[in-house]
């Protein structure tokens, strides 16, 4: 490793860590429900005013169990707020952020997280 490299790698160490699985960060409030190779299921539940630590999800689908009102905390400062209806299904490239309950109702939801596809073999490959 070039000493150029090598002094970007301790640069850029620390933003990575920041950024820790939800479970870890949160797990009084995520449970792991399934996983295999493709997906990670985890159920979120939180209380109006509470928040997440920040954290990282790869790809998602969120479907809200109940209504609620929540904001993210983007690392760049940015705040994004959502209102989701019971029932709601929302997709989300991956993102880091900090997660707040807003609204006057527990937050319920459950989370599918995608991983990365196998590798395939060809077709007609022998």
Not at 49 to 73: I, M
Not at 99 to 116: I, M, Q
């Amino acid at each position: 490793m070039t000493p150029h490299r090598f002094a970007l790698a301790l640069l850029l160490a620390p933003l990575g860590a920041l950024a820790q699985d939800a479970v870890t960060t949160d797990g009084d409030k995520y449970t792991l429900v399934l996983e295999n190779a493709q997906v990670r299921v985890l159920s979120y539940r939180d209380l109006p005013g509470q928040r997440t630590h920040e954290h990282r999800h790869p790809a998602f689908v969120a479907v809200a169990l109940a209504p609620f009102q929540r904001v993210l905390h983007l690392p760049d400062g940015r705040l994004v707020r959502r209102e989701f209806r019971a029932g709601e299904v929302m997709w989300s490239d991956a993102q880091t952020h900090i997660g707040e309950n807003v609204g006057n109702t527990p937050t319920e939801v459950v989370l599918v997280e995608l991983k990365p596809a196998p590798p395939t073999a060809a077709c007609g490959s022998r």
